[in-house]
């Protein structure tokens, strides 16, 4: 655990993958720590995928290329899920961390008239990995075309657990995108993959300097062998999304914020509902 905790507190940017009733998936996080565990702490606009966290397992992993080739890291295993709609936990344990690595929320609290007006983006899902099953060094992703691959880990549908996943970092050629399209994979080390047409979700992030723009790119699927039989794509590899235009920058807060109120404004009637 202390050297994922290392890796997680040193670096900006990370992503959370786990096994969603309809397949793998992931997004690229914040990586943050409550209570000396890896943590983050999602606006209300992921209410979706958070709603999709019903495996109670998550893997927590920094794969974006980090100083001197260290390797990256990966630890799996059980989370814990906490809604904090009036963001107070948030602010009081982690704002100053994610403040740090994250500009944007630099700029929507760096006062009490912006935390005012920012409201909804203080409203956070906190998830810890409280109970790591395993850590794991990976290779970094040092290029566009290196994406993280999701999905289950055989040893857990073994053990009945099909809901743990595994990630491993592939690299290809071309990701194709059209539906019934293949994708040939090969893993960053050279281990085989060994795809025995298990669902699979591979993707990677970019973003702009000033990380107003932050977009992942994926492929979800089947995998077979060493090829990802593709059933559906969205985006392309790149290195750097350029920044917004003021234009682009007033439209991506305004429905950002529209996001986290219709994601609070659900979290909260489930509230009502359940009391």
Known sequence: MRELITVWRRSTTAELCWIAPDGPTGIPVVPLVWDDRPCVALPLAH???????????????????????????????????????????FIDHLLDQEAVKHPPTRLRSDSMMARRENWWWLARVLITLIAPDEIRELPGRSRPEDALLVRPDERGAR???????????????????????????????????????????????????????????????????EELRVQAGVGLPQSEPR?????????????????CRKGIATAESRLVDSS
């Open 47 to 89: 209410l979706d995928a958070v709603d999709t966290m019903t495996s109670g397992h998550a893997a927590f992993a920094v794969t974006g290329e980090r100083p001197g080739g260290a390797p990256a890291v990966v630890g799996t295993g059980r989370v814990d899920i906490r809604f904090d709609l009036e963001g107070e936990r």
């Open 159 to 225: 053990g009945n657990r099909p809901d743990l996943p595994r990630v491993d970092i592939v690299t290809s050629r071309e990701w194709h995108e059209e539906a019934g399209g293949t994708v040939d994979l090969w893993e960053r080390r050279g281990s085989p993959l060994e795809g025995t047409g298990e669902p699979a979700f591979a993707f990677s992030h970019a973003y702009s300097p000033d990380r107003e723009r932050w977009e992942r790119w994926y492929r979800t699927g089947t995998l077979v062998g």
């Open 243 to 259: 920044p917004f235009s003021i234009l682009e920058r007033f439209r991506n807060h305004r429905d950002v914020a529209r996001a």
